[in-house]
């Protein structure tokens, strides 16, 4: 079975800066997809960037990009200039990309993530 | 963008009723809708995967008989919590995803926050 891990509980920022969110994963498929997701306050969960295990090239969404590292099975997401809006619970997720396979996620335990003004 | 709606948001009721949550895509036909339970400060725990026209698939550990969800239509899915109690107080989130395959993203509500007195 797959496994996301985030070994960063809590981590923050200061507004302006950069900062980075860990997550390793564990499976032994070849295909797959990986996903990063934002839930604020609110609760609301909101896609931030989306990743396919075949494209060697990072995915990036404006201040948002990740450091794909398959071999390593790393799946980290760069924050770049904070901003307060970015404060939220952010999930790694882990979806299968074999067809005949399940579409569930497997997700990260979190890392809640502070923007310090 | 693809929409998901949930509803209600929240909802209080009185220990040995019945609880019904919908799930609506708006803006497109999903056939697979997925339930989750969050518990505070935790990350997400799959419950059932809904599918349409078909019985629901049960993560172990969940009980059938006490969360019952129906998939009748293609933007459509309700989970009813049956005789609730307080240990069923939770927030619960549904997603959907959107059937485009290359994209193979999954849009979430806003969640329900259930409180059993």
């Known amino acids: 079975a797959q496994t996301v891990t985030q070994s960063q509980p809590e981590m923050s920022v200061q507004e302006a800066e950069t900062v980075t969110l860990s997550c390793t994963y564990d499976t032994s498929e070849s295909d797959y997809y990986l996903f990063w997701y934002k839930q604020p306050p609110s609760r609301q969960m909101i896609l931030v960037i989306r990743q396919e295990a075949y494209k060697q090239q990072n995915a990036t969404e404006n201040r948002f990009s990740v450091n794909f590292q398959k071999a390593a099975k790393s799946f980290s997401l760069k924050i770049s200039d904070s901003q307060l809006g970015d404060a939220a619970m952010y999930f790694c997720a882990y979806r299968s990309a074999n067809p005949n396979g399940s579409e569930k996620l497997v997700f990260g335990k979190g890392t809640k993530l502070t923007v310090n003004p | 963008g693809a929409v998901v709606s949930q509803h209600p948001s929240r909802v209080i009721c009185k220990s040995g009723t019945s609880v019904k949550i919908e799930c609506r895509s708006l803006d497109f036909q999903a056939t697979t809708m997925f339930w989750y339970r969050q518990f505070p400060k935790q990350s997400l725990m799959l419950m059932a995967t809904s599918n349409e026209g078909s019985k629901a698939t049960y993560e172990q550990g969940v009980e059938k008989d006490k969360f019952l969800i129906n998939h009748a239509s293609l933007t459509l899915s309700t989970l009813t919590v049956t005789s609730a109690h307080p240990e069923d107080s939770s927030f619960y989130i549904c997603?959907?995803?959107?059937?485009?395959?290359?994209?193979?993203?999954?849009?979430f509500g806003a969640g329900t926050r259930l409180s059993v007195l």
């Open positions: 997603s959907a995803v959107h059937p485009e395959r290359l994209k193979n993203i999954q849009y």
